[in-house]
């Protein structure tokens, strides 16, 4: 075949290319030099190439390293007309194979790639935009879609928080009692069309415990046994439909669902994690186990949930539904949403979805996230579940001065703090582990009920493990007034002046019983949170975390305040005790103490601290709460790596690559690639393997990809190919492609050959990107393990002068860093 040049320049989506046309004998004029328009955008790939001939454009300056947005076209003139072909992407919204660019279930995505696709998309809209004034509307409507997905996500995760709140405490108080004028009131709503002046804990003439619905007093041992029994049961039956509800409808709506959204916020796809039965389950059955009173809370789940609404409204926006990075924007916009209403906290979310879960956080995801929790919170605050002025959870009245020496308890409450959270990790992560390779693991309902039961019992008994969790943190932040009648509060004051600053006074004998119980209700929590947290519920682990930070921070607290009372003199207190009025804040040091475990147990530091000052509205304590997470967080680096979320990613195997880990080894990528030196690697050729020769290989390997090679011989890296892209482009073609058999040649590069008598070629340039990452074998894992984190890449290829030697792959990657650390490389289950 004889070569002629026919020299163009062409400019296409602001790249320019230089073409040289390989031209036949049989059509054209020897020694023609010509232009030819290729700027029309990409037309039907021909199905049958001839042999007319065959344009190529090489994009001059940019080497097959260069990143994937390099657009390498194939230009193929046949007798019917001319076409362009984008390798490995395409610049319209219509893809020719259905479902290139999506991705398995347990895979992970290709952020690159997916990024790139999306740069080409919206050059090509700009491109479009001054065609016509419908293309005008679909480039703004394009270029707002964004803000109008998180707007919808922030709408409805505001009203779903709603709906859980009013159900969660109507639900609660079902165990107590009913309110019989109006049965859908919980205890407190009953008691607000009550006109007595007295409400101790909600006990109005209106609001009926079952005790007396059966005609028995308010107290004795009969009311007693019968509330006991009532509690026992309906914490059961909650439990059992929660459970049996996750087991039979979503089993992906049990736990806290935030370790999954921080792995597939790293670029892994679970099909139907955030699907619409997952949505419905996870939000019925968290009302029923917050309300059966077991150690959970439903500010973890939130996340999952609000995360579920943005999957779901992403699919009303291509450009978010249709690419999985672009999608991720989304949810990690959903995440701070879903913290935004947990705790009435958005400022608070933003900085969770930034520091705890999202993997990649450009400066617009930052906007839309804070955008996002805006809405979400001003939802929920005209919703208003708690039906009083505060959109937060627990507001403190206090805003005393804290001493200078008082430091010296919050840092030790940051020790305690970390204590208590690596002893809560350990011990759950190897309950977990248990769970999950015994036949424990296989009885998940009757798990759920022997853990409910065992909580009902030993929580009756006991005032604070009784009532609501929530209640209890809310109590302990508070401080002590003429109003409070608990005996946490009996100390041996007159009040004659309510405006009168509350004096210092002794702890009568109620406050040193309820140090007791509270130290019974610290190891009881603690214990029961162990065994609650990855049970097959919807729980979270906020709020527990709180409960146990706040029992002994006020514990602490009592103790720090009668030293106070009884030296009030001492430099300690630098003369600020020596006035009379009560210097020490015990609510405070509840609020330090809770910060201290939950930045323990999730290792946060920045969100935690802006989340507790906007839950209790206490920006007056933003110095004691940053010492108290600072030292929790120190101490819980010093006894274990790991926080809570974590340690439940390495317990499931998911493949995630901690920014935050640093690779410290000196290992080479020769060392982790496969296949090994003596071993084959799977290639496919450019143009020289057959049909049946791809589908044998597809056959009798699993790899997600292959390299794709000029020979056998030669091993020079042409570009690589998805093995799902592969099956769907030959299955289409087989389809749809007359004359395609199994002994049709693949084309992805180079000249096609076409004999007289051999079946039409399949040409699949189309799905080849010309452009993978690629690494030399001598290059050290710190830069490969950093490529694959910032990166976000699947997989890189390995070569030596050019020449490919082998695949390095996600998987690789975390199996070479779990055996570096001397851990199980085959814990790493997925791709």
Request: one cysteine or more.
């Amino acid at each position: 075949m004889e070569r002629f040049p026919l020299k163009s320049s062409v400019s296409k989506m602001g790249t320019t290319y230089q073409s040289v046309y390989k031209k036949g004998t049989t059509g054209g004029r020897h020694g023609d030099e010509d232009t030819v328009d290729i700027t029309t955008g990409p037309r039907e790939v021909p199905t049958t190439p001839t042999s007319h001939g065959t344009f190529q454009l090489y994009d001059h300056g940019r080497s097959s390293n260069a990143s994937a947005n390099s657009y390498i076209a194939q230009y193929f003139s046949t007798s019917t007309g001319d076409a362009v072909i984008f390798t490995g992407m395409q610049a319209g919204d219509t893809d020719e194979i259905p479902g290139i660019g999506q991705y398995d279930d347990f895979h992970t995505i290709d952020w690159q790639r997916d990024i790139a696709r999306d740069r080409m998309r919206h050059r090509y809209i700009v491109k479009k935009r001054q065609d016509s004034i419908w293309n005008l509307i679909k480039g703004a409507h394009d270029a707002w879609s964004g803000w109008v997905c998180v707007l919808l996500v922030g709408v409805c995760t505001g009203v779903v928080a709603g709906v859980i709140d009013i159900g969660a405490s109507w639900m609660t108080d079902l165990k107590f009692g009913i309110c019989p004028q109006a049965f859908w009131f919980n205890r407190e709503q009953c008691c607000w069309s009550n006109d007595e002046i007295t409400f101790d804990h909600g006990n109005c003439s209106q609001w009926m415990t079952w005790a007396q619905l059966f005609g028995e007093s308010k107290e004795g041992v009969g009311a007693y046994i019968i509330s006991y029994l009532f509690y026992i049961v309906w914490a059961l039956l909650f439990a059992a439909l929660s459970a049996s509800l996750v087991r039979m409808f979503a089993p992906y709506a049990c736990g806290s669902g935030i370790p999954e959204i921080k792995t597939i916020l790293s670029g892994f796809i679970i099909r139907g994690y955030l699907g619409k039965w997952t949505l419905v389950i996870k939000v019925v059955g968290l009302i029923l186990s917050v309300s059966s009173g077991l150690s959970l809370g439903k500010e973890g789940p939130m996340v999952h949930i609000a995360s579920c609404l943005g999957n779901i409204l992403s699919y009303l926006f291509p450009k978010y539904g249709r690419n999985e990075a672009k999608k991720r924007e989304i949810l990690s916009a959903a995440a701070a949403a879903g913290v935004s209403v947990a705790f009435g906290a958005p400022i608070g979310g933003v900085l969770f979805s930034l520091e705890e879960v999202s993997y990649y956080f450009p400066l617009k995801t930052l906007w839309r996230s804070f955008f996002c929790a805006l809405i979400a919170a001003f939802i929920l605050r005209s919703i208003n579940p708690f039906g009083n002025e505060h959109s937060v959870l627990f507001f403190v009245e206090y805003n005393k001065p804290w001493i200078f020496f008082e430091l010296i308890p919050f840092v030790g409450l940051g020790i305690i703090g970390g204590c208590i959270a690596t002893i809560f990790i350990k011990a759950n992560i190897y309950w977990c582990r248990y769970r999950k390779y015994s036949k424990l693991g296989q009885y998940p309902v009757t798990e759920v009920l022997v853990v409910t039961l065992v909580t009902a019992i030993i929580a009756y008994p006991n005032p604070y493990t009784r009532m609501n969790t929530s209640q209890l943190i809310y109590l302990l932040f508070n401080q002590c007034g003429i109003s409070n009648s608990d005996p946490l509060c009996d100390y041996n004051r007159n009040f004659t002046d309510v405006n009168k600053a509350i004096e210092k006074a002794a702890a009568g004998p109620g406050v040193y019983q309820a140090i007791w119980l509270l130290m019974l209700a610290l190891v009881l929590k603690l214990v029961m949170t162990v065994f609650t947290f990855g049970i097959k519920v919807p729980c979270g682990l906020f709020i527990p975390s709180l409960a146990l930070g706040a029992i002994a921070g006020r514990i602490v607290g009592i103790g720090v305040e009668q030293l106070a009372y009884k030296y009030p003199k001492i430099w300690l207190f630098s003369g600020e005790c020596s006035t009379g009025d009560d210097c020490i804040t015990p609510g405070l040091y509840a609020m330090v103490g809770a910060a201290a475990v939950l930045g323990g147990v999730t290792r946060m530091t920045v969100s935690l601290v802006v989340i507790m000052f906007e839950l209790t509205g206490g920006v007056r304590y933003i110095v004691p709460l940053m010492a108290a997470a600072m030292a929790s967080k120190w101490v819980g680096d010093a006894l274990g790596r790991q926080g809570i979320y974590d340690a439940h990613i390495a317990l499931n195997g998911y493949p995630f690559l901690d920014s935050k880990d640093e690779f410290q080894h000196t290992s080479l990528a020769a060392d982790v690639m496969q296949p090994k030196r003596n071993e084959t690697l799977s290639v496919i050729t450019q143009d020289s393997m057959t049909v049946d020769d791809v589908e044998t290989l597809l056959k009798e390997t699993e790899h997600n990809g292959y390299p794709v090679v000029v020979s056998k011989e030669s091993q020079y890296l042409v570009g690589f190919v998805l093995r799902r892209d592969l099956n769907l482009a030959i299955a289409n073609a087989r389809r749809n492609v007359e004359g395609i058999t199994g002994q049709s040649v693949v084309v992805f590069a180079g000249s096609p050959q076409q004999g007289a008598m051999s079946p039409p070629q399949l040409m699949l340039a189309r799905i080849l990107d010309m452009a993978p990452i690629t690494v030399t074998d001598q290059t050290p894992m710190e830069t490969v393990v950093d490529m694959f984190r910032k990166l976000g890449l699947r997989q890189t290829l390995v070569t030596h002068n050019g020449r490919l030697l082998g695949v390095i792959t996600k998987k690789d990657v975390l199996r070479h860093v779990k055996q570096m650390d001397n851990e199980d490389p085959n814990s790493v289950l997925f791709n």
